[in-house]
């Protein structure tokens, strides 16, 4: 595959920037959905409060981390991705069914999106070191998605039914999702 020439007035640096920034704002939109679809289940079963809880807490986090993101677009003039719309309905279609599916699903789910998440950003902090602002700003969300993962293995992630195949697939689509929102 041949790398796109540049936009105008966007040399490559430039460019790869924008698409980090575009990126990141999609997941942590979808990340946002993902957990509303997943609160949307629990809330509703009174015996599932403290998952509820705990999955209102990690989507706060990810509403902080949108709302950088939001800041950054509009500061950097940087269009946000077209799928926003299929984000919004994948993403909390995926937290209701794997909460549909049980607590231990659901934090399956959790577990799987932060580790690509996790690994997305430590590559991506690993390119950043010409743009600090940014790469101080990956690095603590970095630090963030990992204690979202490891309280979702703290609560059960792996203990999920069918946890390798659910794993898998989530992780297959957000890799996608990445792949797809940089340049879409």
């Not at 990141?24 to 979808?30: I, N, P, S």
């Not at 659901?106 to 932060?114: D, G, I, K, S, Y």
């Not at 950043?128 to 990956?138: A, F, G």
Request: glycine content about 8%; charged content about 30%; hydrophobic content about 40%.
């Amino acid at each position: 595959m041949r790398p796109h020439p540049p936009l105008p007035g966007l040399g490559p640096r430039e460019r790869r920037i924008a698409e980090m920034i575009r990126v990141d704002h999609a997941g942590e939109y979808g990340a946002v959905q993902i957990y509303r679809g997943q609160k949307a289940v629990f809330d509703r079963i009174a015996s599932k409060s403290r998952t509820a809880k705990i999955i209102g807490d990690m989507e706060a986090g990810e509403q902080e981390h949108l709302k950088t993101f939001d800041r950054l677009l509009s500061e950097r003039n940087v269009r946000p991705t077209l799928m926003a719309p299929v984000w919004r309905i994948a993403g909390f279609g995926l937290g209701a069914a794997t909460a549909l599916m049980g607590e231990r699903a659901a934090h399956a789910c959790t577990e799987a999106v932060e580790e690509v998440i996790e690994e997305h950003y430590g590559r991506q902090g690993d390119d950043l070191n010409d743009d600090r602002e940014l790469k101080r700003m990956v690095d603590a969300f970095r630090a963030d998605e990992i204690a979202h993962k490891d309280k979702a293995v703290d609560e059960g992630a792996r203990e999920a039914q069918g946890y390798a195949a659910l794993s898998a697939v989530i992780k297959f689509g957000c890799r996608a999702a990445i792949r797809i929102s940089e340049k879409i």
